[in-house]
C-alpha cells in the first residue's frame, strides 16, 4: 500500500534538477523606483519601514530612490547558473517641523554576485538574506535573520536551496551554509564589528504530501576595537573560539563565557501540499545559554515564534494567509545568578556587554523587529492577508504586541500596527508599477500614528542570450 502512493518518478536515485533540459535563458533587467511617505506622529508607523531592508526611513516625512541592474539566476536544470545585482539607492527623511531631524544618506541596497556550481552556491557582497519561515511578505520576521535591516556585506558558501541526499531517492534533503560578514563601524564604540553564521538543516518527505524539515542556526557578532576594552579579538584564533562557541578573547566576560555575542535558534517546519497550494506550520526558537537544546527543551522553552501560512493559486483573490504568535518574555527567568547561586536565566536577549549596539545593523534589528536591547520582551501576534483582485495585489498586516522593556528595567507598553497596500501595474503607462499603502500604530509605545506611502517603480529587460 506505502509503495502504491508513491510518485512514478520515486525512484530516481538523485533526483536533481539537472538532469532534466535546460529550456532557459540568462535576462539583464534595469530596476528603477522611487517612494515617499508623510506620516502623523514623531516616526512613520512601525509596519511602513519595518522588514523593508532598511530602504525606508523611519522619519516620519521621507523619501528612498535606487536605480541599478539585475541579472536573476534562471537556468535551474544546468550544471552552472549565476545571478548577480548592482542597485544604488538615495534615502532622505525628516521629522516634525522644527524637531531638527535628518535622515540623508546613499548606498548600495544590492551589490553581489552569486554563482551556483552543480549544487554548491557561492556569494559575495551586499545582498538580501532571510531565513523568515512561512510566507516572507506576510511574517512579522524570522526571531535571528529577518529583512529588517540592510544587508550585511558577506561572503557566503554551501547549498542554499534544498538539495537531495545521494542514494535515498529524494526523500531526504539538506542544506547548509556558512558565512563571514562586516557588521562595519555599526557603534560609537566599537568599530570592525564581523558576523559569523553557519546553519544546517534537513528535511524528509520529497515527492509525498507530507515533508517535516528542521534547521538549526548558530550565528555571532565578534571582533573589532573598542574604545572601552580595546582588541576584542579579531585573529584566526579568535574565529576558532567563535565557530566552536568557546571561551577565550581579552574580556573578563568573554574568558568566562564563550567569546563574542552568540546566538542560536532552531526552526521546525511541518508542511502540506497539493497541487498549486502548500500549508507551513512552523515553530522558530532562541537561545543564548551556554549549551543548546532541542527545540522545545531547555529553561527558556515558552519563548518562541509559532506560525501558520497557506499559499494556493486556484483562486487569486486571497492567494495567502498568515497567522502567528510570539514571545521571548521568559528568557530562562529573570535571575542569572542571586546570592551566590547560578540560575541561568536573564538571557537578555540580543544583547552583549561588548557590543552594546546588540544584535542590530545601523540601528536595525538584524533578528525580531519588534525587539531592541532596551526592549527584548515581547508578546503578541501576527495576521496577514495578500492576493489580486484583477490586477490590484494587495497586503494587509496587522501586529499587535505588548512590552515588557527588560528585566534589568521593566517598561509596560503597548502597539497595534495596521498596514494595507495595494499595488498594480499599468501597461498604458509605460509598465509602470504604482503603489499606495495606508499604515498605523496605536497604542501606548510610539503613541497614535496614520501614515501613507506612495511608490512608483519600474522594470524592464535590457538584453537576453
Known amino acids: 500500500m506505502l509503495l502504491s502512493v508513491l510518485p512514478m518518478q520515486a525512484w530516481e536515485w538523485w533526483p536533481l534538477p539537472m538532469a532534466q533540459p535546460d529550456k532557459c535563458r540568462d535576462s539583464l533587467f534595469y530596476v528603477a523606483g522611487v517612494q515617499a511617505h508623510a506620516s502623523s506622529g514623531a516616526q512613520a508607523p512601525t509596519l511602513m519601514w519595518h522588514n523593508t531592508d532598511g530602504n525606508v526611513s523611519q522619519q516620519p516625512y521621507a523619501g528612498t530612490f535606487s536605480a541599478g541592474v539585475v541579472k536573476p539566476a534562471t537556468r535551474p536544470n544546468r550544471w552552472f547558473d549565476y545571478d548577480f545585482g548592482v542597485v544604488l539607492s538615495g534615502r532622505f527623511g525628516g521629522g516634525q517641523p522644527g524637531s531638527g531631524q535628518r535622515d540623508i544618506t546613499g548606498y548600495f541596497s544590492e551589490l553581489y554576485a552569486h554563482a551556483r556550481l552543480y549544487i554548491v552556491d557561492i556569494t559575495a557582497g551586499i545582498h538580501p538574506q532571510s531565513f523568515t519561515s512561512g510566507d516572507e511578505e506576510l511574517s512579522v520576521g524570522g526571531l535571528l535573520f529577518s529583512r529588517n535591516a540592510h544587508p550585511v556585506p558577506r561572503v557566503s558558501i554551501g547549498f542554499e536551496r534544498w538539495t537531495p541526499f545521494p542514494g535515498l531517492y529524494g526523500y531526504v534533503e539538506m542544506k547548509g551554509g556558512l558565512t563571514h560578514g562586516w557588521l562595519g563601524d555599526n557603534s560609537e564604540t566599537v568599530k570592525g564589528i564581523k558576523l559569523h553564521h553557519k546553519y544546517i538543516g534537513g528535511r524528509i518527505g520529497g515527492k509525498l504530501p507530507v515533508n517535516i524539515s528542521y534547521e538549526f542556526h548558530h550565528a555571532a557578532q565578534w571582533g573589532g576595537y573598542s574604545t572601552v576594552q580595546g582588541d576584542l579579538g579579531n585573529d584566526w584564533s579568535s574565529f576558532r573560539n567563535i565557530f566552536f562557541a568557546r571561551h577565550g578573547g ?178 498604458q503607462a509605460w509598465n509602470l508599477e504604482f503603489g499606495f499603502s495606508l499604515a498605523g500604530d496605536f497604542g501606548t509605545q510610539y503613541g497614535n500614528a496614520f501614515g501613507a506611502m506612495i511608490t512608483i517603480r519600474k522594470q524592464g529587460l535590457i538584453t537576453s542570450w
Open 250 to 427: 581579552t574580556t573578563h566576560s568573554d574568558q568566562l563565557n564563550a567569546q563574542g555575542n552568540h546566538i542560536l535558534s532552531q526552526t521546525l517546519c511541518i508542511t502540506t501540499k497539493g497541487d498549486r497550494w502548500h500549508v507551513d506550520i512552523y515553530w522558530q526558537d532562541i537561545q543564548e545559554d551556554g549549551r543548546p537544546r532541542f527545540i522545545g527543551r531547555g529553561q527558556n522553552s515558552k519563548d518562541g515564534l509559532w506560525g501558520i501560512s497557506a499559499v494556493q493559486d486556484h483562486w487569486r483573490f486571497i492567494r495567502g494567509v498568515t497567522m502567528e504568535f510570539f514571545n521571548t518574555t521568559d528568557q530562562s527567568g529573570p535571575w542569572h545568578d542571586r546570592d551566590g547561586m547560578v540560575f541561568g536565566g536573564g538571557d537578555r536577549y540580543y544583547c552583549n556587554s561588548s557590543y552594546p549596539q546588540g544584535w542590530s545593523y545601523y540601528g536595525r534589528m538584524i533578528g525580531l523587529p519588534l525587539c531592541n536591547t532596551a526592549n527584548n520582551r515581547v508578546m503578541g501576534g501576527n495576521i496577514g492577508v495578500k492576493g489580486d483582485i484583477y490586477g490590484f495585489r494587495y497586503r494587509i498586516k496587522c501586529t499587535h504586541v505588548h512590552n515588557l522593556g527588560t528585566y534589568r528595567e521593566r517598561a509596560v507598553s503597548d502597539n497595534t500596527a495596521v498596514l494595507l497596500e495595494v499595488k498594480k501595474i499599468v501597461p
